[in-house]
């Protein structure tokens, strides 16, 4: 599995598996077990998730899946804005990391910007660092000026990433957003590769996927994994998907197939305001 460093040194891989919606049906808990277990068993190791899914849902979802396999995963979750004062930051990881049944996260994030200033979360980021409970931290859906202050506060400098809405069909991020965390060495996450399913049917990439002998899913997982400093978190809540997604680290698309996606998905020309789903 390729991996990208973040600034804390650790090694992080560029494909995974997002959670959001699990844990919601008992339903489809055993499936959904079931899948995070194939993914392991593969070596998707990154496994992303959030209290907000499933409202800690998600999270018992993996603790499941994972059982003794903790050491072979890279465990990401986040916490609400709302939750995200000094000692709600704290309270909320503790609740998390009960639920997923292991005694430390190797990043949490916050979840988007909320109104509870960025000081009180990133100084409990810190506190949960230096306790042991979280190895990296970062954010999620920040835009640029997001970013530019974030970076000037204390602690800022140690943000390991910033999980943001990235497809073909959402390229607002490369005008600026982008750069600048290429500039700062800041890894992206990924999350929507295939638009909630809306890409699937689109034209351009069913029938690049049909040349190919692929899915327009990995089509669309593909391009994200040509781009630099990317790490990619499709949804894992069946097997076959997982499959899927996994075989799209092997799809290695060609400069002619790359120019082609980029007539029919244009990046943008002006700033585009950050998205979010």
Known sequence: MQTLKLPSGQAMPVLGMGTWQMGESTRNRQREIAALRHGLELGLSL?????????GGAETVIAEAIGKRRSEVFLVSKVYPH??????????????????????????LLHWRGSVPLMETLTAFQMLQQAG?????????FDVKDMEEVSQLKGGSSIATNQVLYNLTRRGIEWNLLPWCRQ????????????QGRLLNDETLTAMAQARGV?????????????EGVIVIPKASRIEHVEQNYAALELKLSPEELATLEAAFPPPTKPVPLEML
Do not use: F
């Not at 409970?133 to 859906?141: D, F, P, Q, W």
């Open 47 to 55: 496994i992303d998730t959030a209290e907000m899914y499933g409202e």
């Open 83 to 108: 939750n995200a004062s000094k000692q709600g930051t704290i309270a909320a990881c503790e609740r998390s990391l009960k639920r997923l049944n292991t005694d430390y996260l190797d990043l949490y």
């Open 133 to 141: 409970k979280i190895r990296a931290y970062g954010v999620s859906n």
């Open 184 to 195: 700062h060495d800041l890894p992206i996450m990924a999350y929507s590769p295939i638009e």
């Open 215 to 227: 899915t327009t899913a990995q089509i669309a997982i593909a391009w994200l994994l040509h781009q």
